[in-house]
């Protein structure tokens, strides 16, 4: 076990006692493989109803990589390509995961880590005729990957234009739970569920031992995912255990007050650090926030907390990312922001 506490992401502890709890109640249970059990199939029906939608299509997978490749490359024709911020975690932090499916990546200047129909035009503009891909989806991340959430005006925005141009907009939940739980939030899962063609559920910054639910709009457009699945090697024979997860997730709220918590811990170190003047990079509205912090105080915070050096500024600052999750302790927390005028 690590001596420092960790503010690095939202995943390393475990998962909540609910779903340990439903893993051993069930463990000797008898149950059908391949995602069929009946934690899946009533986790599915959770799902459905909570985004008020009973011809969506629900798979659990383990992973974000996993889903981003999987989605993206089941709906995209060999010589299409998605559109995606420059800041994107399926172009920064997927080790060319898309490429290597033989689909190209069109990365488009972001603006607080959200991108814009204008944008999305730009690269639908550039690529002409059949020398070159041709773009036929969006991806975004909700939260971003810098902390910051899309409006509903704003998705409403893009989803509209995706429609009128005949692309299919994706949306990476990874941190769905905080992007929805947000005091700055105004979209709900049922508008998400709406709005995009295809986002998913992260449960493994929330709470999750592993796993993200991806929901499809409607069968249509899931047609044959499921034999994809497979042949990629995602589908796993024990699905009980992904299915466990969503079960204890949202069976009741749980996956939203999990979000929730994250959020408030982030924001009482927010405040804390505004509070003795300094500036962030992005506005802190999630449990991601990214304060810019001199040298001199990083490295004394460094001894007793671990988090990223998000970007070298000059020779005195730096942005530094914290992040908060659903287990953070308030104690912590208040030793985090009692240690800060120490370290300045």
């Given at each position: 076990m690590q001596s420092k506490i960790s503010f690095k992401?939202?995943?390393?502890?475990?998962?909540?006692?609910?779903?340990?709890?439903?893993?051993?109640?069930?463990?000797?249970?008898?149950?059908?493989?391949y995602g069929e059990d009946?934690?899946?199939?009533k986790a599915?029906?959770?799902?459905?109803?909570?985004i008020n939608n009973p011809?969506?299509?629900?798979?659990?997978?383990?992973?974000?990589?996993?889903?981003?490749?999987?989605?993206?490359?089941?709906?995209?024709?060999?010589?299409?390509?998605?559109?995606?911020?420059?800041?994107?975690?399926?172009?920064v932090h997927e080790t060319g995961a898309i490429e290597n499916t033989g689909h190209k990546i069109n990365c488009i200047p972001n603006k607080d880590g959200k991108i814009s129909i204008q944008g999305i035009q730009a690269a639908i503009d550039y690529h002409t005729d059949n020398h070159m891909v041709k773009p036929a989806m969006v991806y975004i991340s909700q939260c971003t990957e810098i902390g910051s959430i899309y409006s509903k005006a704003e998705l409403e925005e893009i989803s509209s234009f995706c429609k009128s141009n005949g692309l299919l907009l994706f949306v990476d939940g990874a941190r769905l739970a905080t992007a929805l739980t947000?005091?700055?939030?105004?979209?709900?899962?049922?508008?998400?569920?709406?709005?995009a063609d295809v986002f998913y559920i992260g449960a493994t910054k929330n709470a999750g031992l592993l796993g993200e639910a991806i929901v499809f709009k409607n069968k249509e457009l899931a047609h044959g995912f499921d034999y994809y699945i497979k042949q990629k090697g995602a589908l796993m024979a024990k699905g009980r255990i992904l299915g466990a997860q969503f079960y204890a997730l949202f069976e009741d709220n749980l996956f939203f007050d999990l979000g929730k918590h994250a959020n408030q811990m982030a924001a009482k170190i927010a405040d804390a650090i505004q509070s003795k003047g300094f500036e962030f990079s992005s506005?802190?509205?999630?449990?991601?926030?990214?304060?810019?912090?001199?040298?001199?105080?990083?490295?004394?915070?460094?001894?007793?907390?671990?988090?990223?050096?998000?970007?070298?500024?000059?020779?005195?600052?730096?942005?530094?990312?914290?992040?908060?999750?659903?287990?953070?302790?308030?104690?912590?927390?208040?030793?985090?922001?009692?240690?800060?005028?120490?370290?300045?």
């Open positions: 992401n939202d995943y390393s502890e475990g998962a909540h006692p609910n779903i340990l709890n439903l893993l051993s109640q069930t463990n000797l249970d008898q149950e059908a493989g009946s934690l899946s199939l599915k029906s959770f799902i459905k109803k909570r011809d969506a299509e629900v798979y659990f997978v383990s992973g974000g990589t996993q889903a981003n490749m999987l989605v993206i490359s089941h709906l995209l024709k060999p010589y299409e390509s998605v559109i995606a911020a420059d800041t994107g975690h399926i172009e947000s005091t700055y939030a105004d979209l709900n899962i049922e508008d998400l569920a709406i709005l506005k802190p509205v999630s449990n991601q926030i990214f304060p810019i912090l001199p040298y001199s105080a990083i490295k004394e915070l460094h001894k007793k907390y671990d988090f990223y050096v998000w970007q070298k500024l000059d020779h005195d600052m730096a942005v530094v990312r914290i992040v908060t999750s659903w287990a953070t302790a308030e104690s912590v927390i208040d030793q985090f922001i009692a240690d800060i005028p120490h370290a300045l």
